[in-house]
């Protein structure tokens, strides 16, 4: 790898703290209303697995996605609009957090019912294997979306026709507040989920961007080569509640603190400096890039119009 | 002109179809190998192969969101499932996927999908099998939904449906595949969004769609015995619902019937009844009637399900109370 790789991987995993603990502040200050559902502590995962992708790879995602836009490369200022309600923002002012596209980046979507993007991400897989193209479609999903019928049937559904696609699982240990092990049947592990399906599947450490970006690479290549579709469990952490509406009372101190040591953003600039790759300047001149890039992003949504009433009956019909 | 069953004309338009555009597929339930439930795609696999022809698991809303991805890919699936009655199943992928997809991404995403689908009682299939849940769907913003009552309407309705770069629910009464009819050798569409008169008539309005149409016709030729002329008109187009053309034939008629043969309560002929009364009850003679059908999970035997559902006795029954007609 690259050293402008790593940093780039960095800079991604940085662009997307800062983007949230802006979206944060502005939710408090009231410029982002509905919910909001930040992606911090999970930051190496949308960065790890998105930089083993093809720009033509598909990308289908839930609805905490931020992380995923910003690591497909979506414009911040597009995206921070977008939160704002504004005309300018990437779905127009109408998705909002939870519905954000880009298809032009084959970025499709930000879907808010639990599991339900799984189902359409196989299309996606579908559509390339019909028209005998090696692009890849990669679903991302939590724990939670684990006990949808529409994971289980797509696990199927992509084992039995091969489909060309990658099931993402980001197993942050709660579905909103509850806990894995009570909503689990062997009360822990993901481990076998895929295995009744026949998919192959591999564990990833979710903190360890090095390690997602792997393991993905992994995946990707056998899937891109035709073996039909893969499966990973990367298990991390959001630093959060579920919501900026839950205080998160479910969770007690040392359980968050002890993921807090873990948080990639911590520990991979550690290592690109003692391994040699990069220097804390080129760091600092990286952070100092990504906070005028934020500023300009809230600038530019805040100043962006809104919608034209006439938008309300826009784009319901092609 | 040639005389085809309707099952005939929406395999005339099914195989078009697959003939002219290479990205066409079909998906379902048993639509390969066994021909499809009710015998649509028979023989499709052995002609087109199984890339095209696809049987999926018994996952309707996993197929039914492959379609949907699938058509934001460019292809253009015709997903059939094998009662309407089993859209429920998918109903998250249908409304929330389907038909918001392309509003809530500011309008980059289309889905070119036919979602076709058996609909209706009277073949005493029971409480799960006998629904009617297009009326529930053409509530949605996003979805088209169509209903033909005859195989012309089928084939020209068809044909729009899949050249349209939206999802359109199109909803085939299940009592009608038999149905003959004429239709025209010629290339010909049917809009979506355009209602039929069917018969020009000055002295009452009879409005119907899908199965309830052959019924509407018969009731119109008992009022033609007692001299009464009623105007007959097919709604063909569920949304976008043709609300002009009802409202300029009542501003002539002065008199509604209208026919669901849907369960009654909260049918799309509730919102036409709306409709005409707030655009145009001045010209009213009377209340707007409605027959439809009963609003009971559907039963299994024949005695109770024919009294279930509408009728044509029923019909004249409500036009003589209502209209003294």
Redesign the interface.
Known sequence: MQKSEYLELYRKMYLIRRFEESCGENYSRGLIRGFLHLYTGEEAIAVGSISALREDD?I?THYRDHGHAIARGLDPSALMAELFGKKT???????GSM?L????KNF??G?A?VG?Q???????????Q??HQDTVTVVFFGDGATNQ??FH??M??AS??KLPILFFLENNFYGMGTRVENIRSNGKSFSNLADGYDITSSQVDGMDVLAVKETTEEAIKKIRQGQGPCFIEATTFRFQGHSMADPAKYRNEKEVEGWKQKDPLITFPKYLISEGIATQSEMNSIINDIDQIIDEAVRFASESPEPDLKELN????? | MTEITLRQSIQRGLIEALDGDPDVFIMGEDVGAYGGAYAITSGFLEKYGPERIKDTPISEASFIGAGIGSAASGLKPIVELMSMSFALVGFDQIVNMAANIRYMSGGQINVPMVIRAPTGAGMQLGATHSQSFETWLCEIPGLKVVAPSNPSDALGLLRASIKDPNPVIFAESAGLYGLKGEVSDEYFEVEIGKAMIRKQGTDVTLVSYGHGMPMIEKAQEELQKKDIDAEVIDLRSLNPLDLETIISSVQKTGRLLLLDTARKTGGVMAEVAASVQSESGDYLDGPIIRVGSEDVPWPYSRKLEQHAMASVPKIIKALEIGYSL
């Open positions: 598909f289908v923002g990437v779905s127009r002012g109408k998705g519905h596209f880009d298809a032009k499709m979507g879907h019912i339900a799984i189902p359409l991400a196989a299309g996606f897989a579908l559509a390339s019909y028209r019928g529409t049937e797509t199927n559904l039995v026709w826009n784009d319901i019909y092609a």
